[in-house]
């Protein structure tokens, strides 16, 4: 396999040059600022939770993964994009799993597993509907999934993160839009997925801090100012 080939998935995109994308490119500065905002949650609220410091660093590489892909667009960058995204949506229904529905680690690895396997099922079914966008359907129906059960086992998270499922719908909208709106919006609508997107990691993590063991025990360093 040539992971120097280019790759050509978006509307803005109209060459193979560094800047062919630059909306697209620029507006991956929303997943670092998210990044630094869930930083700072994190340390007012939860410091000494490492699971939830390892989440943010992880959207912080990706704004970084998603920059590379819409800026050199090859094969190599295109993994850059989607590793960290991977690795934040399967450790972050870990850590759900566990904080939030209260599953041992035997149960939550095994869900996690089983998730796993049922996003690979799953987005071949769904990609005549939505596309590439296909492969984040099993995380949108996951947060509502989880959502619905923390209604009765964790209710002060419940709600959020049916409000943040909401969001991921609607960013997931514009991700599928950008190349059948092409031709009328030649712009794309694929830098709204990035803004939406990177405030659903924020809530999603900000629902993470909430039910932290740091922040429920009053472990609240960063409260103090310091």
């Known amino acids: 396999m040539d992971w120097s080939a280019p790759i050509d ?5 109209l060459g193979p ?3 062919a994308e630059p909306v697209n490119a620029a507006t991956n500065g929303a997943f670092l600022i998210a990044a630094l905002a869930a930083w700072m949650l994190w340390r007012r ?3 000494g939770d490492a699971a939830v410091l390892f989440l943010v660093g992880v959207v912080a590489c990706v704004g970084i993964g998603s920059f590379l892909f819409h800026t050199v667009a090859t094969r190599w ?3 850059a994009d989607v590793v960290p995204i991977a690795v934040f949506i399967y450790s972050y229904f870990l850590l759900a799993m566990r904080r939030i529905l209260r599953l041992g680690w ?3 690895i095994g869900a996690t597993l089983a998730f796993l396997a049922a996003s690979y099922g799953v987005a071949p079914m769904l990609s005549g509907v939505l596309g590439s ?3 984040y359907a099993p995380a949108a129906l996951a947060i509502f999934g989880v959502a619905a059960v923390a209604a009765r086992r964790c209710p002060p998270a419940s709600a959020p993160l049916a409000l943040t499922g909401a969001v991921f719908v609607i960013s997931l909208a514009f991700r599928t839009s950008d190349i059948p709106f092409c031709p009328s919006f030649p712009l794309g609508t694929h830098f709204v997925w990035h803004c939406l997107n990177a405030l659903v990691l924020y809530l999603l993590i900000r629902v993470l801090v909430l039910v932290s063991p740091a922040a429920r025990s009053g472990n609240l360093t960063g409260a103090t100012g310091t």
């Open 17 to 19: 040059q560094f800047w």
């Open 106 to 108: 035997g149960w939550s």
């Open 77 to 79: 960058a295109a993994l």
């Open 45 to 47: 609220q939860a410091r």
């Open 133 to 135: 966008s296909a492969g």
């Open 9 to 13: 998935a978006y509307c803005e995109r």
